[in-house]
């Protein structure tokens, strides 16, 4: 165990003259409770720096203070932001308003909702160009139309009138930039600006920031929990967890040896796909953070024991055969087909992977196959036996061995329920009319997931992300299925926790015989977790292979593009990581 | 993609929708009204007080009243047909004629009070939403509960006690000084002044609504994520709240004040009967005393009318407010 309290203090270089911004032991109030505590950091003109941290970490508190949004009920009790040496927090309300969008701008992580939805995106570049540059109507038109070419949305002229609805989630992530720079502010505070968007979108929106910074020489603040996405786009590194400043570091030493080691467990739990790891060769590393007597945290990385895997038969029963299945969307007048003719197999005890982009048709499978969504076409042989044809009644036996695990962790349990009631009641519809035995069948599940059983009978609000994700796993696992359908079970979460739900899912399929449809737009994962990959993309299946050929020889060209994405987030190369693992199989 | 198609694809579908619906509310309104006892030729009769046998079966047949029900509704959409709502025994006129008279005066009395109460209304409920949870916000949900709880009929007659018994200051009902020769500016200040109390007695109910419902959804749109860009592009709290707040805020707002139409067509029964105001309602109210059905058919199927043409309103208001509406 290598356990550290202090952080490692990195004193940035450069002269006084280049400063742009300067935080200096600024902590943040709710109550009595402090989720930012005496944060330092300071940004130079035309530099980028990144704050790392994961969900609780402060780090778009810490944003939205430098923009003073902060919800009215917090408060700054101590510490300074000095922006060109004026200090933000001595302005009147008046002053403030000068400032934001002028000279300090932001981005959002919501591209969908961060825009008014009942005004054209023109009116709202031209509502801050009115406001901070006093230009006409008509200048203001004109140069919301050059805005949006500086941002390549296509066809400016026509598009300015446009409603946001009327554009895909990167164009509105553009607008939302054109705005952001449309007064060409000094600083630009981009919050999770990508993580609601597809890999390819990522990158081209990230070169387009950078490009942004280069040409307007902004500074910009990078607050990201993707490691991968800071190493390639700042200069310079400030690692937080749970409000504190852990380190801050020049990027080019991120995946140096000596390390704080919380940025090391961050750093070793987040997989990268062009390293390959599977999970027949290794676990991931877990980050344990612990708090030790005298109130300081102690870090942890601990990589769990490599696990025995039974040997692979070489051929194996088949669970689900899907052949031609098609789901069509009837929406007013026109229809939709959400899937068209995807056929696939998966063998007892494996795993399949899904990836696309959003809207390739990955979770209309997966509740076609769950017959949440009817399919018009094809059959969905389970078991052995044709299911897609059944009715209500005759599926209801055959929903105990075909269960999900769904993305969102917060919005999939009941919050009015205990876990008690929401993972019982799957046994008492199944008619497990026992209580001992439903007790037992619970207490079995618990520990199957790794809770304590004896949370039992609390609320899931009173749990953690990842604790939740536990609960909603176990929720499947109840009824013992025998194929489970994970639709993007670990994209809600942090990185660390990631590790340790895809660890309890490889056990849980070893120890229990279980056989997965893993859906997940995020590669490295699927790479990661599956035996067998299928390529997504327009509603069609478009490659399907094991999982090596598909990473080392793609057959067409929209899975090669998927992977440059994955792998190249442009910017800068990546330093390759010494000392880890050695390379998988 | 400008507004206008959008628009007009919503007015053809409410077109379209609204046909079947009256041909039914026609038909369902004659077979409900069949279902009360007596007829018209029994209240005159009862009022005249010396009616034979005879005489009563020469008014039912004079008025149609002895045939079978089905014809009895066949010449009635006949006459519907030839744009004709019928002949009223009772009042010896054209329904449409005694129609036309009354429905000015019950159009301006509702356009008012619904005017008061989405003005009163809105300022209210944003009111509310600016100081939620505090002291401001308690105060006017205590009075918009008093409001929302009082009958109308009541506060009606104290708005008469204060406003025109204690101060004088308004007159207690009529809708027009009488003998009056008053025209231009001086004839609408004396129509308006008689219509202040009606007006603010049938808003009252909704104003409590609107103020409560105006405060949710403020709350609501207050919290989304566009509101925090709002406040990162610089602009003031106050062009905020009108511009990026209220305006999402409306959405909800404007189908309930469709829906309500209906409801106050119903109040103004009872307001128009407090204040003595010449009007639909207490048309109505007449026509169900005296069994006069024709005229009642008439009233209800223009009330439908109203309804259906004001959820037409609602539809374009609301497809003009909300861009995503009436693609696809």
Redesign the interface.
Known sequence: MNAIATPAAFTPAPGNGHRLLEVEDLTIRFGTSDPVKHLSFSIDRGETVAVVGESGSGKSLSALAL?R?LPRNARIPNGSIRFEGTNLLDLKDRQM??????DI??I?Q?PM????????IGAQIV??LR??EKLSRKAARQRAIELLDLVKIPDPAQRV???P??LSGGQRQRV?IA?AVACKPKLLIADEPTTALDATIQAQILELLDELRRKLSMGLLLITHDLGLVSRWSDRVVVMYHGDKLEELATADLYAPERHPYTKGLTQASIRLDEEVHYTAQTLAEVKVARSPDGRNIYDVRQPERRSLPTPATDREQLLVVKDLSVTYQ????ASKALDGASLSLAKGETLGIVGESGSGKSTLSKAIMRLVNAQEGSIVFQGRDISRLGPQQLQPVRRDLQMIFQDPFGALNPRKTLREILEAPLIVHGVSNPAERRQRLAETFEHVRLPSLVADRYPHEFSGGQRQRIGIARALILRPSLVICDEPVSALDVSIQAQILNLLVDLKTSLGLSYLFISHDLAVVQYISDRVIVMKDARIVEESDHRTIWRSPKTDYTRALIAAANDKGGRPLAPRPQLHAAAL | MSSLPRIARALRRTVLQAIPTVIGIVILNFFLLQLAPGDAADVMAGEAGSATEETMAAMRSRFGLNLPMLDQLLAYLNNLVHFSLGFSPRYSMQVSDLIGQRLPGTLTLMAMALAIALLIGLTLGSLMAAFAGRLPDRLISIFSLLFYSVPGFWIGLMLIVLFSVTLGWLPSGGNGTIGSDLSGWAGIVDKARYMVLPATSLALFYVAIYARLTRAAMLEVRNQDFVRTAYAKGLSPAVVTVKHILRNALIPITTMAGMHVGGMLGGAVVVETVYSWPGLGRLAFEAVMGRDYTVLLGILLLSSLLVILANAVVDILQTWLDPRIGEL
């Open positions: 923009m949004l308003r000068a400032v934001r969008g002028r701008a932001m959002f919501e909702t961060s825009l008014n939805p009942v005004a054209t509502e801050v406001l901070h009138d446009d409603y609805h009327q939302m705005i929406g007013g007048s026109k």
